[in-house]
């Protein structure tokens, strides 16, 4: 098993700021996916992180917006920009584990005011 | 379009008794499904998970069954307990692994005393 860590774990920024969410993973791990949570809606994949290349977004999703680092097999970070109400939500990383599981952080709760 | 459904966004069951949460989906290509369950400020954990080619896995208290004709599955959980209460997501995986895992929008489950 992965185990993750997450920083912050919530924060509340004001409209126009960004935030940079980190996270730390215990063992190297190729892939990195970064997830956001609105009230009431699934989890929702922004993009996929893999060290040494750039970061693949999802449909709806933008560099950006949502720019992100993969500096070794450990650690990423993501980047909110420019936020606007619109942003609040939880905010997850995640690797990929054997047969396809997934193991999730603890989520960074965004508030934007 | 929603392609992993679970149209029950809460269920109440007495403890002790057996928990039903339901999911469909409506892509033939899912041929791999996993339900993970959320606590409050924690990050979804993998629970349990089911090939297209079983029709039923069990682990402990949880049971997954498949219905592939019907694109349906769910979860049982036998007897329910206290620490059930959480939010449950279920997920499917299409056949071309390189394609994103789907997400639910999730169940809250209250098991009530």
């Known amino acids: 098993s992965a185990v993750i860590s997450q920083k912050p774990s919530r924060d509340i920024c004001q409209r126009g700021t960004s935030l940079t969410i980190q996270c730390q993973v215990d063992?190297?791990?190729?892939?990195m996916f970064w997830y956001r949570q609105q009230p009431g809606q699934s989890l929702t994949l922004i993009a996929t992180?893999?060290?040494?290349?750039?970061?693949?977004?999802e449909s709806g999703f933008v560099i950006d917006k949502f720019p992100i680092s993969r500096p070794n097999l450990t650690f990423s970070t993501l980047t909110v920009s420019n936020l606007s109400p619109e942003d609040s939500s939880i905010y997850l990383c995640?690797?990929?584990?054997?047969?396809?599981?997934?193991?999730f952080g603890p989520g960074t709760r965004l508030t934007v005011t | 379009d929603q392609q992993v459904k679970q149209n029950s966004p809460s269920l109440s069951v007495q403890e002790g008794r057996i928990s039903i949460l339901n999911c469909d989906y409506t892509?033939?290509?899912?041929?791999?499904f996993l339900w993970y369950k959320k606590y409050p400020a924690e990050g979804p954990t993998f629970l349990i998970s089911?090939?297209?080619?079983?029709d039923k896995n069990e682990d402990g208290r949880f049971t997954v069954f498949l219905n592939k004709s019907a694109k349906h599955l769910s979860l049982h959980i036998v007897p329910s307990q206290p620490g059930d209460s959480a939010v449950y997501f279920c997920?499917?995986?299409?056949?071309?692994?390189?394609?994103?895992?789907?997400f639910g929008k999730g169940t809250r489950l209250h098991i009530l005393p």
């Open positions: 992180a893999n060290q040494g290349s750039e970061a693949t977004y």
């Open positions: 063992s190297q791990v190729t892939m």
């Open positions: 995640s690797v990929l584990a054997h047969a396809y599981e997934q193991y």
């Open positions: 892509n033939s290509m899912f041929d791999y």
């Open positions: 089911i090939s297209s080619i079983k």
């Open positions: 997920a499917a995986l299409p056949l071309n692994r390189d394609d994103k895992i789907i």
